[in-house]
């Protein structure tokens, strides 16, 4: 045979390419890949050369090769190239960018909190921060607030943290604050602590996602 056998793109369809104005064949696979595949000088001729010994036709199938070989590797890359929605690797791509965003809006609204205590001057901790807790300290009852308000960070940070990964804890960001005080003192600062909320609301401070004046019940 002294040319290009069209029957072959019935045997090789998955890869097999043939140009009419070099008259020869090549891999589709190995043509895109073979830069980033090892052993590249073993589909050299279908990559780049081209191949054109039609009268050794078995060549077609010995480019294949094994399990592992050159060729089916580029042929897996190629695959995924053209379902990246459906493959591993974007699936993990996907699902890190996910916890990222998730991670990205609790640091920020942990952020917003912080900001507004230290500007307030208030003290972050509680005596019980335990999730019984009727007052957790004024940094996570914020926290519960600000949740409370806006369903996109509630999603992600206190008890609903994913996996329970609460990196929101009431733990050594404020050694300097004890709140051993009587019931009166405790209802006086959570009263003064309600006032400068609503104040931190209404100017702007504090970020709810609602809008403002609402009606607090802390």
Request: proline share 2%.
């Amino acid at each position: 045979m002294r040319r290009f056998n069209p029957d072959w793109f019935d045997l090789y369809s998955g890869w097999l390419e043939y140009s009419v104005k070099k008259d020869k064949a090549y891999c589709l696979g190995c043509y895109l890949f073979r830069d980033y595949l090892e052993n590249k000088s073993a589909s050299d001729t279908f990559a780049t050369k081209g191949f054109d010994t039609w009268k050794n036709p078995q060549s077609l199938r010995e480019h294949v090769g094994l399990v592992n070989s050159f060729h089916n590797n580029a042929l897996k890359r190629a695959d995924c190239l053209m379902r990246q929605g459906q493959s591993i690797v974007h699936a993990f791509y996907k699902q890190d960018d996910i916890v990222k965003g998730e991670y990205r809006i609790k640091l920020n609204a942990s952020i917003d909190c912080c900001r507004y205590l230290v500007r307030q001057g208030l003290p972050f901790r509680g005596h019980d921060e335990s999730v019984d807790s009727a007052n957790r300290g004024n940094f996570l009852e914020l926290v519960k607030y600000t949740a409370g308000q806006n369903e996109v960070v509630s999603k992600v940070v206190l008890e609903n943290a994913p996996n329970n990964n609460q990196m929101i804890r009431g733990q050594d960001y404020d050694g300097a604050s004890n709140m051993k005080a009587s019931c009166k003192r405790k209802d006086r600062v959570r009263d003064e602590f309600r006032k400068k909320l609503e104040e931190g609301i209404n100017q702007g401070q504090i970020k709810t996602g609602k809008g403002l004046n609402q009606q607090l019940s802390l």
